[in-house]
């Protein structure tokens, strides 16, 4: 019996490959190329482009480590906006804290949310949260009419290619800080320091040149190109490392703890060196 | 053109692949199936029973946080015992230790001394240094005939499959305790939390019945199966949390870092519910 295998390359010369149970649904958007497939090893996954972007088993990473490092280093968060993120594993994250209020999200593909609510629904579904509202629209737009509005904002977007590239410019983040109130943090996934160091030396440039508090940490994503993901953190106030242990409160996490919080951001020399 | 990518089914069901230049060399010595290969991505890689041992461009990693870890939380390692690790990659950091007047290597394999000396020179390079010792055979048996003679001791071994099944055994740890002097440490390449938690753990409940330190930490490593690798720590006297500044010197490192050191101890929640 034949076996099928998807594998992803994650560089021209590297990739990753899993079998694959069953296709659950292929389309091509108005934006991406999107999959859903049943895996073996990871359960049900989604693909944008041909880049793996969730997976039931690990997902829990990503979302947790976007979503609660700015949300605890923020000293009481009301008003969230996700951009991007339509698998909807940010929000749920986004909504185990108490003091927030409502919950933004724009991802600019409603496929994207469609099914992620028929096939990842531990994922997708607290997006039906009355604390959530959901937008299908250009993320982009959105940061760019928004002012002193928003606590914390969540970059979840795919790579600097096809609808995310706006996302990775000088502009979309001197746009976040019109849109954050005068204590806010945004916190932007930033892709792996093996393969794309020089994409993570310039967010690290352009963000420096916009918010007084600018910081990189990493977390372990299996699924993700070389295992170690980045995450780019701009801050007006706040800064992530100097955050009181009062300030943690008890969280179900799978990834997360409050000493991780903190450790989080010691990074590889190698790493280190994309910052300074 | 057809192109050639080793594949590694890292699980029954997931696995890495890479873009081979060249086959280097392929053998099937006494103790394991030997495979050089040149890459696009990694450079020059070693395959042992098909599982990536090493490659050019991601060795320093594993290397450097085998050795570096347990030899400054030593106050003054002399005689260092490295079981396996027949690359030479371990034995290049410990060297950089100026207080190490002597390095033991205990590899089963002397084909895998031989191969990478010829195609991982700038890894297996301090093998022929006059402070190394190399000896072919069983590190088991090196260990059990040991009395009361190293300082640090550590395992870079295979998984607990072919050559291997012996250094993942508690009669392996009482050995190596009576092998380590007074204030000795161990360090053990343990797998990785993702795919072999129930061997985590096992190793967790062996070292601690021996050491009353025992500690777990990680790093990052891209070729090996989950990109997260973890290290088990067993000493008798000096905990690596409890590291003075002061003890602390420069070198030259890609990964380590003084912070680090202690950053890479605190561990994802589902990785320290393991060490419990």
New interface residues.
């Given amino acids: 019996m034949s076996e099928l295998w998807y ?1 992803e390359k994650q ?9 694959v149970k069953k296709t659950l649904h292929t389309e091509k958007t108005d934006f991406q190329y999107l999959e859903m497939a049943e ?4 359960g049900n996954m989604l693909f944008l482009d041909g880049m793996v972007m969730t997976s039931q088993k ?1 997902e829990f ?1 990503y979302h947790e480590m976007v979503a609660h490092v700015p949300l605890f280093t923020h000293p009481n968060p009301e008003k969230v906006l996700v951009v991007g993120g339509g698998d909807g594993g940010v929000i749920r994250e986004v909504l185990k804290h108490p003091s927030v209020k409502k919950a933004v999200l724009v991802d600019i593909d409603g496929k994207v949310i469609e099914y992620s609510k028929k096939y990842l629904p531990e994922i997708a579904g607290e997006l039906e949260n009355e604390r959530v509202e959901v937008q299908v629209g250009d993320g982009f737009m959105h940061i760019a009419k928004s002012e002193n509005e928003y606590d914390v904002i969540m970059v979840d977007s795919t790579e600097p290619v096809g609808p995310a590239v706006n996302l990775f410019t000088k502009g979309f983040y001197a746009g976040i800080s019109k849109a954050l109130k005068e204590e806010g943090i945004f916190v932007a996934q930033s892709d792996n320091p ?1 393969f794309k160091a020089d994409l993570i030396q310039q967010v690290q440039r352009d963000v420096k040149e916009i918010f007084p508090i600018t910081r990189l940490y ?5 699924t993700y ?4 993901w980045a995450f780019t953190i701009g801050s007006k106030r706040h800064d992530p490392l100097q955050v009181s242990d009062e300030r943690f409160h008890d969280i179900d ?5 409050k ?2 919080h ?2 989080a951001f ?5 790493v ?1 060196d994309l910052t300074e």
Same sequence: chains 1, 2.
């Fill in positions: 594998t560089t021209e010369n590297f990739g990753i490959t899993m079998k895996t073996e090893e990871w690990d990473v093996w990493t977390a372990n994503i299996p190109p070389s295992g170690m996490t799978k990834y997360y703890t000493e991780l903190k450790a010691v990074l590889p020399k190698f280190k």
